[in-house]
């Protein structure tokens, strides 16, 4: 069928459109990366648009350089790991009893709106602040990841997920003579694989950016995330922690060609994994938000 | 008896598994609901929680009398509200124009660009902005500067600061946005396209009679959920993007609690703006969670 004038004229400009809006989202990060590897007085002049002026990797010399971004890269890594491996593990197990009907499980409402609830409403800040430090985590790397560790919506996505899964599975695993935890670690947990990599990399992308209770549960700033590390010398320009009286230290980090690497250098691992995982989240989300 | 022994020999399984997580979620989230006395105590570290003073509604009655609460408050339902109104029009909006597209991998390609920024943390994401937005140094002020307007410091402006927040919000997320009306709108049968082409409908009547009411129910959906959020302005955002000089325009809630909690050392204060600010939100959250189990039949699990 041919397509009226009209018709080609909309798709035209459609495609235009969307494809500026689209360079939109990325354009900010190529500006940063070009001004991270332009010389600092390029940089200040201004001249740097979306591609380097008088290239130079000097600014990532200067971040890997020092110790205290290796430290807070170190710290992030850790916060990944354990959070990501523990708050899976809960996911996990919490979605499974919770996805059962109340004929199955007679007191399955009453737990998921033990969980719900804390979506709903929460003590406030200070006096979550007071419980994380009663607790005596205050200054640890559990501080960063024992508190969050029940992600409530995550297992909400995953408990729809395995609602979804045929019941025949579960019935013919039982005439087999597998309890529930062989069930679930058999039957369940393999076949969510699409929910479980989009929860996982909901939760290491959320151990990644956090850096509000790196904030306020580190009172010493070598325990900083790279967020929160980020967030002091970049946002707040709140050098004092360095220690160092070295005054070029301090102007090398916060110069405006550093700053562009360091942003760099966090937002990398996530500009690496998102594109690839992709397929995944969006299927997970999708079947996660569907109930039948 | 016999029917109870019965069920938890069958369910006891079920029971432990559920430990771990109810272990953590009584710790860090119900053990600080008991912290709420704060807001009725003069609280004093040294004494803790069950041994500081009451002070019964002092800290409320401190709070009515504080002479920017009144802003603060406007500020949040302000900005929150442009937030929920642009972040429903732009990913709608986008999703509708994405769906025109023809060939598939131009269309997944364009998604992948734009999810890019809601992967992103503010702190990374205000560290571009203060940059790009920059008055001595910034890229849209030289940009301006080239058409002869005078550089504007958007972010040190009452004027702006409001507007600046709801835009870079938008830019953050209307992509990420788009994945869910995408999802719907793959949803609607074709032969109802089919139908109206033969009817002679173009395809800018298809949209408006087709596309849309068949998105309506998604869209009612996201809007009732949303109103819980009238008091959540974003606080990663703006305490990372605002400034004294913009306090009287962009000083919301959660930044407030935030000042006068944990910068000021005011516990009893804040905790009790922080439990205000809570109920009302447990309220709306919990009215827009039964309304949309009444409009859209959704259900949380």
């Keep these: ?292 | 008896m016999v029917q109870l022994t019965r069920r938890m020999r069958r369910e006891w399984p079920l029971h432990i598994m559920l430990i771990p997580g109810l272990a953590f979620i009584i710790i860090f989230s119900y053990v600080p609901m008991v912290g709420i006395l704060m807001a009725f105590e003069k609280y004093i570290p040294t004494k803790g929680l069950f041994g500081s003073p009451m002070v019964g509604w002092k800290n409320f009655k401190f709070l009515m009398d504080y002479p920017d609460i009144s802003r603060i408050v406007f500020n949040t339902l302000y900005i929150a509200t442009m937030k929920i109104i642009a972040g429903l029009i732009v990913p709608i909006t986008v999703a509708i124009l994405l769906n025109e597209l023809r060939k598939e991998w131009v269309k997944r390609t364009f998604q992948t660009m734009v999810y890019l920024p809601h992967f992103l943390s503010w702190v990374l994401l205000s560290g571009i902005v203060i940059d790009v937005l920059s008055p001595s140094t910034g890229i849209l002020n030289e940009i301006l500067g080239l058409v002869g307007i005078k550089p504007v410091f958007f972010l040190g402006d009452n004027q702006w600061f409001p507007y600046i927040m709801v835009i870079t919000d938008v830019w953050k997320e209307f992509g990420f946005g788009t994945i869910i009306y995408l999802a719907a709108l793959t949803n609607i049968n074709p032969s109802l396209y089919e139908a109206s082409e033969i009817d002679g409908a173009g395809r800018w009547k298809q949209t408006l009679h087709i596309t849309l009411p068949g998105m309506m129910p998604i869209i009612v959906l996201m809007l009732t959920l949303n109103i819980g959020n009238v008091l959540n302005a974003g606080f990663d955002q703006i305490f990372n993007l605002y400034s004294p000089q913009v306090y009287e325009s962009g000083d919301v809630i959660d930044t407030f609690v935030y000042r006068m909690g944990i910068e000021q050392a005011q516990y009893g204060f804040a905790t009790a703006v922080g439990l205000l600010k809570s109920i009302v939100s447990f309220i709306l959250i919990s009215a827009s969670y039964v309304l949309a189990y009444r409009v859209a039949n959704y259900r949380i699990f």
């Excluded at chain 1, 600092?40 to 290239?55: Q, R």
């Excluded at chain 1, 909901?202 to 904030?215: A, K, P, Q, Y």
């Design chain 1, 1 to 292: 069928m041919k397509k009226s004038l009209g018709r080609r004229l909309f798709l035209g400009c459609n495609f235009v459109f969307l494809a500026l809006l689209s360079c939109l989202c990325l354009m900010p990060i190529i500006h940063i990366l070009a001004i991270s590897f332009s010389s600092g007085t390029a940089a200040s002049a201004g001249k740097v648009v979306l591609w380097p002026v008088e290239f130079t990797p000097a600014a990532y010399q200067n971040v890997f350089g020092k110790p205290e971004y290796l430290r807070a890269f170190w710290v992030t890594i850790q916060r990944v790991v354990l959070g990501t491996a523990i708050s899976m593990f809960l996911t996990i197990l919490t979605a499974y009893p919770l996805s059962k009907e109340s004929s199955q499980f007679g007191m399955r409402t009453f737990y998921a709106w033990i969980f719900v609830f804390t979506i709903l409403f929460n003590g406030g800040l200070i006096p979550w602040y007071m419980t994380v430090k009663a607790v005596g985590l205050i200054d640890t790397i559990w501080a960063l990841v024992l508190p969050g560790a029940v992600q409530v919506f995550n297992i909400i996505l995953l408990l729809n997920f395995y609602r979804n899964l045929p019941k025949e599975l579960e019935e013919s695993s039982k005439i087999d003579g597998a309890g529930h935890f062989t069930t679930l670690w058999r039957i369940y947990a393999p076949l969510s694989l699409p929910a479980l990599v989009t929860t996982g990399l909901f939760t290491i992308v959320w151990h990644w950016n956090s850096w509000f209770d790196g904030m306020i549960l580190m009172n010493h700033p070598d325990g900083y995330p790279l967020q929160t590390f980020l967030q002091s010398i970049i946002i707040k320009m709140d050098l004092r922690f360095l220690k160092s009286q070295d005054i070029e230290l301090m102007q090398k980090l916060s110069d405006r060609t550093s700053k562009a690497a360091q942003i760099f250098v966090a937002a990398f691992p996530i500009l690496v994994i998102y594109p690839v995982l992709q397929r995944f989240f969006i299927k997970g989300i999708v079947m996660g938000s569907v109930k039948e």
